[in-house]
């Protein structure tokens, strides 16, 4: 009895599975580089030795290293997103809104920090770093416009509100306390919730 042949659709699907895999094993390859040397000592030949491909199949799935980042930051927010700031909206003390966002924000850094740590010193060396960054720029902007609702401020002292909640959860604000002062998560939460209070006035 013959075996029947595999139907052509069959053997599309197994060759779009393979190359899906194989995109997916590049993208963690790089990612992983990023987070130990950074994207400016990431090269696609290392790439391709860390996923195990020649290196024209690296520029077969990705055209050029934007394209490559672009899914490595895709990839990498998938498995750590970041905290959801939307709940903070739910407390109504602003003191307190503040002190539980801050509290996950350097919570999620702590998990994060060599990746940002490499990225962001990167960023000014690698064109495709900074489109990269758009959307970890643009939600600690909206994070601190959450953060900085409800403290009653206006005029100059809303100014110095809203730019003291931005430095708050910057990640270099956070790592220059955490990593560089030594200084614990609850710490790095006291002091730069001291220093939105105090621009606050209050």
Known sequence: MSVEKPTRRYRLQKRADAMTA????????????????????????????????????????????????????????????????????????????????LDELYAWYEITEAMWTNVLRDESLVSAVGPALEPLHTYLDDTARVLAAGWGTRGRRRAMLVAAVRHAVDFQTWRSLARDGTVDRAGVVELTSAMVSRAAGT
């Open 22 to 101: 194989t995109r997916q094993r590049i993208t963690e390859a790089a990612m992983e580089l990023h987070g130990t040397l950074g994207p400016a000592r990431t090269t696609m030949t290392a790439v391709a030795e860390r996923a195990g491909v020649q290196r024209q199949t690296v520029y077969r799935h990705f055209a050029d290293e934007h394209e490559l980042l672009a899914a490595c930051s895709a990839h990498f927010a998938t498995l750590y997103p970041w905290p959801d700031a939307a709940q903070w909206r739910t407390v109504a003390d602003p003191a307190e809104r503040l002190r539980i966002g």
